[in-house]
């Protein structure tokens, strides 16, 4: 048997640069929970964050803020937290699924999985969604810091290098 995903880890970046981006009407550097539990993680696994910001839940405002991230050469993956719930604001799926050049189904679908066996039924209310645009890394996760928790434990702290390294390929 073929030990390829092994293979590409170990030739995958070991520090990836990220920009982390809150999507929010209210939330402010202090009471952005889900965004500094990205950029607490990222760094207890050896990242970098090269960037933080909060942009309201407005989709021309998300897609510039993501879209100067695709031109620097300092950003391997942007990692995006919430407006991926039903509510009436709740524009990042909408807005990003329109962006991705590769959209990465087995994100959602894996997160919503892992998310069912914690809260049960509700997960299907999440729109998590990933990919890449061009050759960056593009990644949502809801809101709440157990819904960080969860992705970034679970799916993106694991498999980010091997992600960055195929993204470049």
Known sequence: MSHVPEQHRSEAPRSVRCAVVTISDTRTLA??????????????????????????????????????????????????????GLGSRDQTFETLSGMLTKPMPGYGELFRMLSFQEIGP?????????????RTVVLTMPGSRAGVQLAMEKLILPELGHLVREARR
Do not use: F, K, N, W
């Open 122 to 134: 509700a997960a299907m209310l999440s729109r998590a969604v990933g990919g890449l645009i061009g």
């Open 31 to 84: 009471t952005d929970t889900g965004g500094q539990t990205i950029v607490d993680l990222l760094g207890e696994a050896g990242h970098t964050v090269v960037d933080r910001q909060i942009v309201p839940d407005e989709p021309d405002r998300i897609r510039t803020l993501v879209r100067q991230y695709l031109g620097r050469d300092d950003v391997d993956a942007v990692l995006l937290t919430g407006g991926t």
